[in-house]
């Protein structure tokens, strides 16, 4: 089983950048589908951004694309986020997780990592 732990959040300003990472311990499958989701307070978990694992395809939710890019590093089994041009609307708790599909979450939830964006 995959286990994933995320860094880098932070508190910014509205127009600054940040840089999240996300390690995994175990076998990333060569059919699994990496992504960031995130949370913000009262409202369901959503996705965000996601990569194959293999040959590198990325996918965006609407809400971050041209702003946000997923990126993978095979060798060192992590997955990172750059996120720029933030908004005050991208406050949340940042998490990342496995699939088959785009979208799917399969393992389990990490903690998570806070970025706070102020206007």
């Known amino acids: 089983q995959v286990q994933l732990v995320e860094s880098g959040g932070g508190e910014v300003q509205a127009g600054g950048s940040l840089r999240l990472s996300c390690t995994a311990s175990g076998r990333i499958y060569s059919s699994y589908v990496m992504g960031w989701f995130r949370q913000s307070p009262g409202k369901e978990r959503e996705f965000v951004a996601a990569?194959?694992?293999?040959?590198?395809?990325?996918y965006y939710a609407d809400s971050v694309k041209g702003r946000f890019t997923i990126s993978r590093d095979r060798a060192e089994n992590t997955v990172d986020l750059q996120m720029n041009n933030l908004k005050p609307e991208d406050t949340a708790i940042y998490y990342c997780?496995?699939?088959?599909?785009?979208?799917?979450?399969?393992?389990?939830w990490g903690q998570g990592t806070q970025v706070t964006v102020s206007s």
């Open positions: 997780n496995w699939g088959i599909n785009i979208g799917e979450a399969s393992g389990s």
């Open positions: 990569i194959r694992w293999i040959r590198g395809a990325t």
